[in-house]
């Protein structure tokens, strides 16, 4: 079983991710037969939108679509300021935060080539996207050779969630993890994330639909995931389940057979609070979006730990679970001792 953490546990506290892990990595010839499983590749997304937006959240969620089309994907750094708030917090933990700051790292650090006439349309466009209150969110997609095996690939998905204030874009979350520097690179400068303001943000008033629907993603996360009590999937997740994790089997009984082989997974008494609570939670339509704070060591000064966030999103579809998008990937297998 590859020794990531996105691939053994969702929505779990890092301290038991950390053991889990480690007992993963030791019992990893037990579980051969495991891996070839987990290790189908998994079906693209087919492109969706949520259904439930009112006019202000198509017209932030149309405002955040235009700002990465012409910015981000055409290099036109400088139109940011029409789009991005000049005091924007940003936590992708390997770009400084503040609209200077991100004019000056897409210009002069990433430099990004700037594209004329800028295209209409996005190139590589969202597979899934959202808003709800002040907040967007967007789920991209790219295929990736298997590490483990050149001659497949599997689909990955990388998140974005926006508040939006004023009009403009606030504040910024990903799933994107720090950077490690090439060797002999010179020391970077002192890192220090930003503070998270989502509080500052409304996530909207919830339909009764939307109010089921976050219930069902909460027993998935929650009373599956944390609490062990894997025999509830037969109550909220559809048989035909289509898993995006590309290291987890599809379908509902694919999924329990995995969950199942995670150690120390044992049934516990279920109770109201989350043993590790997410930071947001959006819920428009029948996507429910869970994002949490996960705590690592610096690639470039292991003494130091950041901030980077974990994803984990579901489609509801007929009262039951029918799809789930995370951020895992294929690891490359460890080496033979």
């Known amino acids: 079983m590859p020794a990531n953490i996105h691939n053994i546990s969702l929505g779990e506290p890092m301290s038991i991710v950390h053991k889990k892990t480690a007992v993963a990595a030791a019992l990893s010839g ?59 917090i940003q936590h992708n933990p390997s770009i400084p935060t503040g609209q200077a700051a991100f004019i000056n790292f897409f210009k002069n650090v990433v430099k990004i080539p700037e594209k004329n006439p800028i295209a209409e349309k996005l190139a590589r466009p969202p597979v899934v996207a959202g808003a709800k209150g002040d907040f967007v969110f967007l789920v991209f997609e790219r295929e990736a050779k298997d590490p483990n095996d050149a001659t497949r690939t599997f689909n990955s998905n990388s998140f974005e969630i926006l508040r939006i204030e004023n009009g403009k874009v606030q504040e910024h979350w990903d799933s994107a993890k720090r950077t490690k520097l090439p060797d002999g690179a010179p020391k970077p400068a002192p890192f220090q994330q930003a503070q998270a303001h989502p509080e500052r943000g409304s996530t909207g008033t919830l339909s009764a639909e939307e109010k089921k629907n976050l219930d069902i993603g909460t027993m998935e996360l929650k009373d599956m995931l944390q609490y062990g009590h894997l025999e509830l999937a037969d109550k909220v997740m559809d048989p035909g389940y289509i898993q995006h994790n590309p290291n987890v089997p599809q379908g509902r009984d694919g999924f329990k057979q995995f969950m199942s082989r995670v150690p120390g997974r044992t049934p516990q008494e279920i109770k109201p609070e989350w043993k590790s609570a997410p930071a947001i939670t959006l819920v428009s339509g029948p996507y429910v979006v869970f994002m949490w704070d996960r705590k690592d060591k610096d690639p470039n000064d292991p003494s130091q730990e950041y901030v980077w966030n974990h994803f984990d999103v579901i489609r509801v579809e007929g009262g039951l679970i029918k799809e789930h998008w995370d951020e895992a990937v294929i690891a490359p297998a460890a080496p033979a001792r």
């Open 30 to 88: 037990l579980f051969a037969a495991s891996i070839a499983l987990a290790a189908a590749i998994n079906p693209p997304t087919k492109p969706q939108t949520s259904p439930a937006m009112n006019a202000k959240e198509k017209a932030n969620l149309d405002m955040v679509l235009d700002w990465w089309r012409i910015v981000i994907e055409n290099g036109h750094v400088d139109e940011t300021v029409k789009y991005q708030a000049v005091d924007y």
